[in-house]
């Protein structure tokens, strides 16, 4: 039984990690730096895959809008994301300090790329036993008010 499953994990393991298309260098543009020999991804410069290139977040939270997003938050997204542990998925607390604002974004808005393409995205769907994030059809405007309420956590 456990083989059944450690020969499923290698599979897609090596299928992710070879990946198809224009992927590598360009998928990770800006998110990668050399150091010596070795050449370190930093989640914190990269902004993911999807319509979001650059948000400005106010120092202060707008907590009319993190209400509104803690709202959508607890209609489709709580089923499978606890807001302070890990669960079938991440837990958003702290989620600003692991990635940017328009990664987090573009994860809620355009899973399924982000999925197929993006590195952290990648690593997280193998992290968490291969369950990928379900697109719920959520809006630009919405998206920005849970990452409002993300940051109240």
Not at 85 to 107: C, H, Q, S, Y
Request: hydrophobic share 40%; with cysteine; proline share 6%.
């Amino acid at each position: 039984m456990y083989i059944k499953y450690l020969i499923i994990l290698l599979v897609v393991t090596t299928a992710i990690s070879c990946g198809s298309g224009n992927q590598g260098a360009d998928a990770d543009k800006g998110t990668e730096q050399k150091t010596g020999e070795a050449t370190v991804h930093d989640p914190m410069k990269n902004k993911g895959i999807g319509p979001i290139k650059n948000i400005v977040i106010a120092n202060e939270i707008d907590r009319e809008m993190a209400a509104k997003g803690e709202e959508i938050y607890n209609l489709k997204c709580k089923a499978c994301h606890k807001p302070t542990e890990k669960f079938i998925g991440p837990a958003p607390k702290g989620v600003l300090d692991r990635r940017t604002p328009e990664w987090v974004m573009n994860m809620i808005l355009n899973p399924e790329i982000m999925i197929k393409e993006d590195p952290d995205a990648k690593a997280l769907l193998i992290e968490y036993n291969m369950a990928p994030m379900a697109n719920q059809g959520i809006t630009e405007e919405e998206a920005r008010a849970m990452l409002e309420y993300f940051r109240t956590l």
